[in-house]
């Protein structure tokens, strides 16, 4: 039962740290997309929260790669180029509820 909720605690600690790590990484968006990805960026980005997951995270990649975006694509190229996948999953379950 101890081992448990040792356990379980740890669990706990990893969770919360990697939603503070992610709310980190975040933070360089708002600026443009806002708090809660609700702004239009620079007059030109869809409303990120109100994409699909799947929209999201395609697009995410979509501009590491060069295979994404409108004229300006190099705002983001920027952004994402030091995220791994697992960055982009979590800032789309960040940003898209
Ligand atoms: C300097 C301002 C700026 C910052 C900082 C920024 N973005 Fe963007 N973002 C833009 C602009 C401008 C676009 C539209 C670019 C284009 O023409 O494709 C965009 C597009 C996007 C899109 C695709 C939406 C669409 O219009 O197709 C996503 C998703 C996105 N940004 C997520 C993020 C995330 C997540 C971060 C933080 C890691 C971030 N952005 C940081 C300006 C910014």
Redesign the pocket.
């Known amino acids: 039962m101890k081992k448990c909720v040792f356990l379980l605690s740890i669990l706990t600690l990893m969770l919360s740290s990697a939603l503070a790590d992610v709310q980190k ?2 933070q ?2 708002v ?3 806002g708090a809660q990805g609700e702004k239009i ?2 007059n ?3 409303i ?1 929260k109100d ?1 699909t997951k799947a929209d ?1 995270i395609a ?2 990649k979509g501009y590491q790669d060069g295979t994404y ?5 190099a ?2 190229t920027g ?2 180029k030091n ?1 791994s996948d697992a960055d982009i999953e979590a ?1 789309a379950d960040h ?1 898209i509820k």
């Open positions: 990484k975040y360089a968006c600026a443009c997309h960026a620079l030109r980005s869809k990120i994409m999201f697009s995410m975006g409108g004229p300006m694509k705002m983001m952004q994402v995220l800032l940003v």
